[in-house]
């Protein structure tokens, strides 16, 4: 199958069947989002859920973060992956966003990652979420999923990843098809055993053609 057809047969199944695709992070604001994913990072988006609104009641805005320090937030956040390292990224964030920014999250996706514990992935997230941003923001399912159904091709980090997704998703569809593969892999396209016999993307899909193939080769 053609690269341009696969494309063309996920992305027409994805539009159909998952048109309002969004983040199952809990937010408010730029602000409670970009804490969210700083979070989230090697962590469920459960998890962060559940962690959160005790985090926000206590720091509802950069300002009462800021004027914290880490071992104040670890608290809030200790059930989380990596709670300590995250609670000095988000004082750190904080104080920065308060200081530099005026409490405001940047919109400008560069100057959002200067801001500590704020990657690539994560401005992208966030900029694509609140401000409309046109970027493939590729997280541990965007990276496995793509390369298992044939989007990407050797693609070794998520940067490569990211840039063979644009090159063949329409820009304007680039927020939600970050939506579409994410939530795929959560509950479709697992990591392990995935569930290809109740998968709407299938027919492309270039693992399960592979399969395909070498169960016809058995018999």
Not at 34 to 43: E, K, N, R
Not at 159 to 174: A, N
Request: hydrophobic share 35%.
């Amino acid at each position: 199958m053609k690269t341009e057809d696969r494309y063309r047969g996920i992305i027409g199944w994805f539009s159909e069947n998952m048109p309002a695709a969004q983040s199952e992070l809990q937010y408010k604001d730029p602000y409670q989002l970009l804490v969210a994913v700083i979070l989230s990072a090697q962590c469920t988006d459960k998890r962060v859920n559940m962690t959160s609104p005790a985090l926000f009641e206590r720091f509802p805005t950069p300002q009462h973060m800021a004027e914290v320090e880490a071992e104040d937030i670890y608290p809030y956040i200790k059930s989380i992956s990596y709670p300590n390292n995250k609670a000095r990224n988000l004082a750190a964030m904080a104080k920065m966003l308060c200081s530099e920014f005026g409490g405001v999250v940047p919109s400008d996706i560069q100057q959002m990652q200067r801001l500590p514990g704020v990657g690539r992935k994560t401005a992208n997230v966030v900029g694509s979420v609140m401000f409309d941003k046109q970027v493939m923001p590729v997280d541990t399912h965007v990276f496995r999923v793509s390369a298992r159904i044939g989007l990407t091709r050797g693609a070794k980090t998520p940067l490569q990843t990211e840039l063979q997704l644009t090159e063949h998703i329409p820009s304007h569809l680039l927020p939600i098809a970050h939506h579409w593969l994410i939530l795929h892999g959560r509950y479709v396209c697992t990591a392990r055993n995935p569930h290809c016999s109740r998968c709407g993307i299938s027919r492309w899909c270039k693992k399960f053609e592979t399969d395909a193939k070498q169960a016809q080769k058995s018999k």
